[in-house]
């Protein structure tokens, strides 16, 4: 008998501790970590019979996540430090996307992304990713002139978003950007090539992006810095 | 045979066992307890695998995917009355011959190395479990690949980390994977990079993505609605991300997704319902 009630007793101990992991989740609220670069509002905009915020993002892509090639240079060329530690460890001869890894901006909205690229590049290995997908209008500008895509056969990185898995909302984002003007000799802070697009934010939730361009080592170009979570890889919070 | 011998050390133990010896005359022996235990778990066993199956598996789309289910519930309702009979004697030696602190642990029971009945069973009931499972898995796989006229043939890309289609003679190529309902669709399948899984769960097909060459699979498509292509072999940093959305629609849906994703009109409805 003694045995017995012992047996009921963990049962309901075990019953009742999955019932809290359970509803600890279900009451989970999604936070976007430190070091997050949150867009920034610039007003409302009308899109699609719609009126949404209109926020812009801005980050870079960087010849060298650790200066090796100069100081990294923000939009209005202040030096861009990386906010938080996105970039630790590695080789100074990894290129990056910067000031962060982690960028935020809010669910619906009409978000233009402004991206400076600095970087070196080469041939991508799926033509697919030299092409614009999911953008407004189906198209980014290089330099101020409206493109659906660059050539694939001198592009630098690739900014592609996807929505977690499981989450059937179709989201999905990947825009290139071209080599440096001085190509091989790309560094931080010359030559760079301003790349703009305008996407609709998805729904609240965690979208993971990572670049689509073989720029590392090894198998496919994926090795290396593009196995090293932070430099070609991150997240996009959805708030 | 050594069953004089057997019976004798039997009643040594029956006797320092607690439920043994003590019940009445027809709950004298545990079999028939353990026996009531691996009818009630059978049952439950077997009700798990008709009522849960359809509920914790990705949807069925296709013929392939029906037989997955099938085989999953029949191979669960082979699997019951052996899992049963393992827990039901788990269940009942804890709860009847569990021994607490202080309490000395009853002798073990006599070795049964001469008890031919029981091998045979043994041996005998696991042999016809395993060649019906074999047999019936190995048809099942081979159903998988029969050929049919002029299947509709779609080009599956993997890379670290996504997926893209390609619809042959339309000039299309998405991240997303369409397929005609009705249609036997032929999937070509390589990578780019390293070595990733082409998983259509819906489908109920699954098939390796090699870099350097193509592997082939198909799928007959035979409801329409939603599914994940997922990659089904762990190929680095963004693995649990690669997935795609599918979808599959009727033909004329199917080809008017083609027109809208930049196909003429001539090449989407010669390709989305081409071959009836
Ligand atoms: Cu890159
Ligand atoms: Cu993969």
């Given amino acids: 008998m003694k045995r017995l009630i012992w047996g009921v007793i963990s049962l309901v101990i075990a019953v009742v501790a999955v019932g809290l992991v359970v509803f600890g989740f279900s009451k989970q609220q999604y936070h976007a970590p430190d070091g997050t670069v949150a867009a920034k509002?610039?007003?409302?905009?009308?899109?699609?019979?719609?009126?949404?915020?209109?926020?812009?993002?801005?980050?870079?892509?960087?010849?060298?996540?650790?200066?090796?090639?100069?100081?990294?240079?923000?939009?209005?060329g202040a030096p861009n430090v990386p906010s938080g530690e996105v970039h630790p460890g590695g080789n100074p001869q990894w290129p990056a996307y910067s000031p962060s890894n982690q960028f935020s901006v809010p669910a619906g909205a009409y978000v233009t992304v402004v991206w400076h690229q600095y970087d070196s590049?080469?041939?991508?290995?799926?033509?697919?990713?030299?092409?614009?997908?999911?953008?407004?209008?189906?198209?980014?500008?290089?330099?101020g002139k409206t493109v659906t895509g660059v050539d694939g056969n001198n592009m630098a990185h690739t900014f592609t978003v996807r929505p977690a898995p499981g989450t059937a909302s179709g989201f999905f984002l990947s825009v290139p950007s071209?080599?440096?003007?001085?190509?091989?000799?790309?560094?931080?802070?010359?030559?760079?090539?301003?790349?703009?697009?305008?996407?609709?934010?998805?729904?609240?939730?965690?979208?993971?992006?990572?670049?689509?361009?073989?720029?590392?080592?090894?198998i496919g170009g994926f090795g290396a810095v593009m196995s090293s979570y932070g430099y070609m890889s991150g997240y996009l919070h959805v708030v | 045979m050594s069953s004089n011998h057997e019976d004798i050390k039997r009643e040594q133990i029956a006797e320092t066992v607690d439920g043994?010896?003590?019940?009445?005359?027809?709950?004298?022996?545990?079999?028939?307890?353990?026996?009531?235990?691996?009818?009630?778990?059978?049952?439950?066993?077997?009700?798990?695998?008709?009522?849960?199956?359809?509920?914790?598996?990705?949807?069925?789309?296709?013929?392939?995917?029906?037989?997955?289910?099938?085989?999953?519930?029949?191979?669960?309702?082979?699997?019951?009355?052996?899992?049963?009979?393992?827990?039901a004697i788990a269940a009942?030696?804890?709860?009847?011959?569990?021994?607490?602190?202080?309490?000395?642990?009853p002798p073990d029971g006599p070795p049964m190395r001469e008890n031919s009945l029981t091998t045979?069973?043994?041996?005998?009931?696991?042999?016809?479990?395993?060649?019906?499972?074999?047999?019936?898995?190995?048809?099942?796989?081979?159903?998988?690949?029969?050929?049919q006229l002029r299947p509709v043939t779609i080009d599956v890309y993997g890379q670290q980390w996504l997926w893209t289609f390609k619809y042959p003679g339309t000039g299309v190529e998405s991240n997303q994977l369409v397929v005609p309902v009705g249609r036997q669709i032929r999937f070509v399948v390589t990578s780019y990079d390293v070595t990733h899984g082409f998983w259509p769960n819906s489908l109920g097909v699954q098939i390796d993505a090699n870099p350097g060459f193509k592997t082939y699979?198909?799928?007959?498509?035979?409801?329409?609605?939603?599914?994940?292509?997922?990659?089904?072999?762990?190929?680095?940093?963004?693995?649990?991300?690669?997935?795609?959305?599918?979808?599959?629609?009727?033909?004329?849906?199917?080809?008017?997704?083609?027109?809208?994703?930049?196909?003429?009109?001539?090449?989407?409805?010669?390709?989305?319902?081409?071959?009836k």
């Avoid at chain 2, 099938?70 to 699997?79: E, P, V, W």
Wanted: hydrophobic share 45%; net charge positive; with cysteine.
């Fill in chain 1, 178 to 218: 071209p080599v440096s003007k001085l190509g091989d000799n790309a560094t931080n802070t010359a030559g760079g090539q301003v790349v703009t697009f305008s996407f609709i934010a998805g729904a609240k939730g965690l979208y993971a992006w990572n670049c689509e361009f073989p720029c590392g080592l090894g």
């Fill in chain 2, 20 to 87: 043994w010896t003590h019940n009445g005359p027809f709950h004298r022996r545990p079999s028939f307890r353990i026996l009531i235990l691996v009818i009630l778990f059978t049952a439950f066993g077997v009700w798990a695998a008709v009522f849960f199956t359809d509920k914790i598996m990705p949807s069925i789309l296709s013929s392939q995917m029906k037989s997955v289910h099938d085989t999953i519930i029949f191979f669960t309702i082979l699997a019951a009355p052996v899992a049963a009979l393992v827990y």
């Fill in chain 2, 217 to 275: 699979i198909t799928a007959d498509p035979n409801a329409t609605g939603q599914f994940a292509v997922r990659c089904s072999q762990l190929c680095g940093l963004y693995h649990a991300y690669m997935d795609a959305n599918g979808k599959v629609v009727t033909p004329t849906q199917f080809s008017s997704w083609l027109v809208s994703h930049g196909a003429s009109t001539t090449s989407a409805n010669a390709y989305a319902l081409g071959g």
């Fill in chain 1, 41 to 76: 509002s610039v007003g409302m905009i009308q899109y699609q019979g719609k009126t949404r915020d209109h926020v812009v993002l801005t980050f870079g892509t960087y010849a060298s996540a650790q200066g090796k090639y100069g100081t990294m240079l923000s939009v209005d």
């Fill in chain 2, 92 to 105: 009942y030696s804890i709860y009847k011959w569990g021994h607490g602190h202080g309490e000395q642990a």
């Fill in chain 2, 120 to 147: 045979s069973i043994w041996l005998g009931a696991s042999t016809i479990l395993v060649v019906v499972v074999l047999v019936w898995g190995m048809t099942a796989l081979s159903s998988e690949n029969q050929g």
């Fill in chain 1, 121 to 143: 590049g080469g041939a991508v290995n799926n033509p697919y990713f030299a092409r614009a997908h999911g953008t407004v209008g189906g198209t980014e500008t290089v330099n």
